[in-house]
């Protein structure tokens, strides 16, 4: 599997484990799992403290750790300077990261404000594009970004609001950016995932609705897991999808076909 996957010793950029449910922890233990090289970036300590000590307990060494803020051109440019220095050529990139206010998820649409909306782009869709730029010239070798996303892109999902917006931003983007980058043989696609509990699943009201909904109308009549994300983004990064990019691939135990 390792050959036909060839990730071994390539190095990987996931950004986005704020714990062990992150999604992207989820990727972090996929790719282990493939003896890909792990580096990862964090915005905040206390997102450091707890992936060094998810690392120690799933006994899984990183190549790097670095900061990053993807609010900040100058903390991603720091970030990839210092992986660019310390770690060398760049083979993938795992965009988990997202954010919105609290007061702009909740209630109506309608009422987001002009600077709660900008900030969710800028956090949730904008930042994507900033860390391919700065990623590119590191991936001399060609590779692969993934970006995570949510069905509330395509369709109005109740309580997901400015988020849904930033998404349906993020899939677009996803799409221009396969487009610049394919001649520098760097694939882009995105997973579109099905609910998952997590950090940020938490600003979603009624997420335990939708967490049933989906149990209750999805063709596999279940949830999907972070280890399911995390193989599927293994896929994307790897040599088997070799032919696909600019794609969003729905992980949602169908979810999506339905209704
Ligand atoms: P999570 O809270 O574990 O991860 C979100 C991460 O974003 C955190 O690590 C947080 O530190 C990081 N982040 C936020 N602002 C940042 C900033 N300015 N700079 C750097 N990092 C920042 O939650 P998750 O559910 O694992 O989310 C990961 C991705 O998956 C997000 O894009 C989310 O929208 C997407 N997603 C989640 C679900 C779900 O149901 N959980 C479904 C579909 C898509």
């Given at each position: ?137 590191l991936m001399t070798e060609g590779g692969s ?115």
């Amino acid at each position: 599997m390792e050959d036909l996957l060839q990730l071994k010793n390539k190095n990987f950029v996931i950004m986005g484990v704020a714990n062990d449910r992150s999604i992207a922890w989820g990727v972090a233990k996929a790719l282990h799992q493939v003896g890909a090289n792990l580096i990862f970036t964090y915005r905040k300590e206390r997102s450091l403290g707890k992936l060094n000590k998810l690392l120690e307990k799933n006994e899984i060494q990183a190549t790097l750790i670095a900061e990053c803020d993807v609010n900040s051109d100058e903390s991603i440019e720091a970030a990839f300077k210092k992986i660019g220095e310390e770690a060398g050529t760049v083979h993938g990139v795992i965009h988990s990261v997202a954010f919105a206010h609290s007061e702009d998820l909740n209630g109506e649409f309608i009422n987001t404000s002009r600077s709660g909306y900008a900030f969710a782009q800028d956090t949730s869709a904008y930042s994507f594009i900033a860390v391919a730029k700065a990623a590119k010239p590191l991936m001399t070798e060609g590779g692969s970004l993934v970006a995570m996303s949510y069905l509330g892109a395509e369709r109005a999902v109740e309580g997901y609001n400015v988020m849904g917006v930033a998404k349906a931003a993020l899939e677009s983007s996803v799409k221009y950016l396969a487009l610049d980058l394919g001649k520098d043989n760097i694939r882009v696609n995105a997973i579109s995932a099905g609910p998952i509990r997590t950090l940020a699943a938490k600003g979603i009201s009624d997420f335990n609705q939708i967490l049933h909904h989906v149990e209750e109308k999805a063709p596999l009549k279940r949830n999907v897991t972070q280890a399911e994300v995390g193989d599927m983004t293994v896929v994307l990064l790897s040599h088997l999808s070799r032919g696909v990019t600019g794609e969003i691939v729905h992980v949602d135990a169908g979810y999506n076909i339905v209704g």
